[in-house]
C-alpha cells in the first residue's frame, strides 16, 4: 500500500467514518436510512470534487454486500456497459447479489450512451449510481435523471478537513501513525483553507508535505505553517460548469447595478478559476452599450481598449485596464434605450411587410410619377426634415434618449 495515494488508503469503507455531506448522510437523513435499511435505489451524485461522491458509491456497495462496477463516461461506452448489465442479470438469477453500477463523469453521455441503461435500471437489474460535477438536471438527459434521486453534495467544512488530515496523521494502518509525524495547528488550518473544500486536494498536499520532510534531531516530521504553504501553494478556485454561469451572471448583473466592488471580485473570481479574461472583456464591451449606452459612450470605448489591453499585454499586466473599464461602467450613469430601440426595430424589420424604400432614397430613383427629391443634408446646414422610413413605419419612433448621463442633453430631431 505505499505506493497508493494516501487518498485512496484513507478511503472509508464504512458510514461511520465518512466525512461530511451530513445534509444526506447524517443520522435519520433519508440517504442514511435507505443505505441502513438496504433500499437505496438509482441516484446521482453531484456536486464539487473531492467532496465523497465516489466514497460514498463504495460504501453503499459495500454495506449491502453487493457486486460493485466502475466506468468512467469519458472512457467508456455502450459495450461495457451493456456487458456489466449482462453479468449483473446472471449475478441476481444465480446469487440473488445485486450490482452497482457507478458511472463517473456521467453528465458526458450522449443521449444514445444513456438510454442502454434505461431498461437495466427499471427492471432492477442494476442499481445505477452517477457521480458527476455538474448539475444533472441541466446536464443529462431527462429520461435519466427522472429515474434517479438526486443528492447534492457540498464543499467540506474547514472543520471537516481538519479531522480527516489528523486521522491519516494518527492512523497506524493506512496513514503516518508509524511515521511520528506531527503537523501543527496553523498547517492544519492552511491545508484546510487552501483545499477549498476537497479532501483529496488536502490529502495529497500533506502526502506531499510528509515524502519531502527530512526527519530532525528528534527523528520526527514536522509539518509547520511554511511546509503547509509550499506543499497546497496557493487556494484551489477551480469552478465547475454550473458555478462558471452563476458567476459570469453575477459580474454581468453587478454591473448593471453600479456595483464596483461586487463586479470587480467576481472578475477575479473567474479570472483565479482558470477563466480566460478575454470572455471578461467581451462581456463587458456588450454590457458597455446594453446597460449604459448613450448615457456615456465612453464606457464602450474604454471597454474596446480594454479588451486590446488584454490580447495585447496578457496577464497579469492586462488586469490594470481590465479593472479600470470594470470600475468606468460600474460608476457610469445606466441607460438601456440602445437595446430597447434595437429590439423594436428588429421586431419591425422581421414583420414588416409593406416596406419599400422611399423613392428619393434609392440607389437609382425612379423618375416616372417621381413626387420628391433627395435632399443633400449639408446643402441645408447639416441636417434636413425629410422622410427616410418605408410609409409604412414613416411615424414610427424606436430610438427614445433617457434622461440620464450625457443622452439627457441630446435633441431627437424626426424627419418627415
Not at 478511503?11 to 437523513?29: A, C, E, S, T, Y
Not at 454590457?287 to 464602450?300: R, V
Not at 410609409?391 to 439627457?408: A, C, Q, T, V
Request: aromatic letters at 8%; a positive charge; charged letters at 25%.
Amino acid at each position: 500500500m505505499v505506493n497508493v495515494p494516501l487518498a485512496e488508503r484513507m478511503r472509508p469503507q464504512k458510514l461511520d467514518d465518512f466525512v461530511g455531506q451530513k445534509h444526506i448522510v447524517g443520522k435519520n437523513m433519508l440517504l442514511n436510512r435507505a443505505i441502513s435499511m438496504g433500499e437505496i435505489g438509482s441516484c446521482i451524485f453531484y456536486g464539487p470534487p473531492g467532496t465523497g461522491k465516489t466514497t460514498l458509491a463504495n460504501i453503499i456497495s459495500n454495506t449491502l454486500n453487493g457486486n460493485f462496477r466502475k466506468l468512467n463516461a469519458v472512457s467508456s461506452g455502450v459495450s461495457e456497459a451493456k456487458a456489466i448489465i449482462e453479468e449483473a442479470k446472471k449475478n441476481k438469477i444465480l446469487f440473488g447479489k445485486q450490482t452497482y453500477l457507478l458511472l463517473d463523469e456521467c453528465h458526458r453521455w450522449s443521449k444514445a450512451q444513456s438510454d442502454c441503461v434505461l431498461s437495466a435500471i427499471e427492471d432492477g437489474s442494476i442499481v445505477f449510481i452517477g457521480s458527476t460535477t455538474e448539475n444533472p438536471f441541466t446536464s443529462m438527459t431527462r429520461a435519466i435523471v427522472s429515474r434517479c434521486r438526486i443528492f447534492e453534495f457540498k464543499q467540506l467544512s474547514q472543520e471537516d478537513i481538519i479531522y480527516a488530515l489528523n486521522r491519516a496523521i494518527h492512523d497506524k494502518e493506512n496513514g503516518y501513525g508509524n511515521m511520528n509525524v506531527e503537523v501543527d495547528v496553523d498547517a492544519l488550518k492552511h491545508f484546510a483553507w487552501a483545499s477549498a473544500g476537497d479532501l483529496r486536494t488536502a490529502y495529497n498536499a500533506l502526502e506531499l508535505a510528509v515524502k519531502t520532510t527530512p526527519f530532525n534531531k528528534d527523528k520526527k516530521i514536522v509539518i509547520d505553517k511554511t511546509v503547509a504553504e509550499q506543499s497546497i501553494q496557493k487556494k484551489a478556485l477551480s469552478i465547475d460548469e454550473t458555478q462558471y454561469y452563476d458567476i459570469l451572471s453575477s459580474f454581468c448583473k453587478s454591473i448593471r447595478g453600479s456595483d464596483t466592488d461586487a463586479a470587480l471580485y467576481y472578475s477575479q473570481r473567474l479570472i483565479c478559476a482558470g477563466c480566460d479574461p478575454l470572455i471578461i472583456a467581451r462581456r463587458l464591451i456588450a454590457h458597455a452599450s446594453e446597460d449604459i449606452g448613450m448615457a456615456d459612450s465612453n464606457a464602450l470605448l474604454l471597454a474596446t481598449c480594454a479588451l486590446i489591453s488584454v490580447q495585447n499585454l496578457g496577464l497579469p499586466e492586462c488586469l490594470i485596464p481590465l479593472s479600470h473599464a470594470i470600475i468606468y461602467a460600474c460608476e457610469a450613469e445606466k441607460s438601456n434605450s440602445v437595446v430597447v430601440a434595437l429590439n423594436k426595430a428588429k421586431f419591425d424589420a422581421e414583420n414588416v411587410r409593406d416596406d419599400n424604400v422611399p423613392n428619393h432614397l434609392k440607389n437609382h430613383p425612379s423618375t416616372n410619377g417621381a413626387k420628391t427629391k433627395y435632399k443633400y443634408p449639408h446643402d441645408y446646414g447639416g441636417y434636413v426634415k425629410q422622410q427616410y422610413l418605408p410609409d409604412s413605419l414613416k411615424d414610427k419612433i424606436y430610438y427614445e434618449p433617457s434622461k440620464n448621463g450625457r443622452e439627457k442633453n441630446l435633441i431627437r430631431k424626426k424627419f418627415k
